[in-house]
């Protein structure tokens, strides 16, 4: 008998025999892993709108309610002789225009004034004048409304205009403090990183610093509006007129509808011009410089 030939040995994993030659395979080591899928993540999510419904329109929507109601109420209160003509014939239409018209203006100018100045007390040369101007700005806000517009009476005479005078000078302090304190505010190195890059003084301030100020300008444009729209009550005693006619016959007359009627109407305005300052500060600040 032809002996048996031994039984082949096993082979450790891995190694196979070829043409009588013992080749092993390699076998993935520690660092051969094979590399995790990347897993896809959730996709990211939308930026949050910046004007939400309930902030377009919960104020709206109040002071609607207010007015019908104010209007309701108005129109079936009794109201003699005296109350009538001080209400009928266009008279509250006509105040509250002359209201709008002189919040509106005033506001006009102190933009006018008070930006363009502010941006100049910034620059180098005239910063060192910013006290002085800050502090001339500060005895008008800090005058009594009424004296000052007693003195502009004076000064000027009666009339819308001295009205809108004393509205500026009363007026004009948030907004200038705000523009300085704004373009104070911003990091050195951004100014000089814009100019090391080739850009003008002027596109500087154009594109990069007044973007940066634009909240802070804005928080004294808005507080500017809420003042004039109260300040305008007052333009009444300078032959202005305004909803300032409306409460003072009320309350010279001693008819409560109508001294009502025109606090309601001013305060509804003041907090009308408010909200759409509020909206033109979210809209006009950008993205970056939000506070979550």
């Not at 002996?3 to 082979?11: H, K, L, M, T, V």
């Not at 930006?115 to 800050?134: C, E, K």
């Amino acid at each position: 008998m032809t002996p048996r030939s031994p039984a082949p040995a096993e082979r450790p994993p891995g190694e196979h025999e070829v043409g009588g030659h013992a080749f092993r395979d390699e076998l993935p080591g520690p660092l051969d892993e094979p590399e995790p899928e990347h897993e896809t993540g959730p996709a990211p999510d939308r930026p949050a709108r910046r004007i939400t419904w309930r902030k377009l329109a919960f104020l709206p929507v109040v002071l609607a309610v207010v007015l019908v109601i104010t209007y309701l109420w108005i129109t079936h209160v009794h109201l003699d002789t005296i109350a009538k003509n001080s209400l009928n014939n266009g008279n509250v239409q006509l105040r509250l225009w002359q209201h709008v018209k002189l919040t509106a203006i005033s506001t006009f100018w102190v933009l006018l004034i008070a930006i363009p100045l502010g941006i100049a007390l910034t620059r180098r040369g005239v910063s060192r004048a910013a006290p002085l101007v800050t502090a001339i700005a500060n005895i008008g806000q800090a005058t009594p409304a009424i004296g000052l517009l007693a003195l502009l009476v004076i000064w000027l005479g009666i009339g819308p205009g001295t009205a809108i005078v004393g509205m500026v000078i009363y007026a004009v302090l948030p907004v200038l403090s705000n523009t300085v304190a704004g373009l104070r505010a911003i990091d050195p190195q951004l100014v000089e990183a814009a100019r090391g890059i080739g850009m003008s003084a002027p596109g500087t301030l154009g594109k990069v610093e007044l973007p940066l100020a634009v909240p802070l300008i804005l928080a004294g444009v808005r507080t500017a509006l809420v003042l004039n729209v109260g300040t305008a009550t007052l333009a009444t005693f300078g032959g202005g007129g305004g909803l300032g006619d409306l409460i003072t016959s009320g309350i010279q007359t001693q008819r409560m509808p109508v001294l009502v009627l025109g606090s309601i109407l001013t305060v509804a305005l003041a907090l009308l011009v408010d909200w759409l300052a509020s909206l033109a500060e979210i809209a006009l600040t950008p993205r970056g410089l939000e506070v979550e």
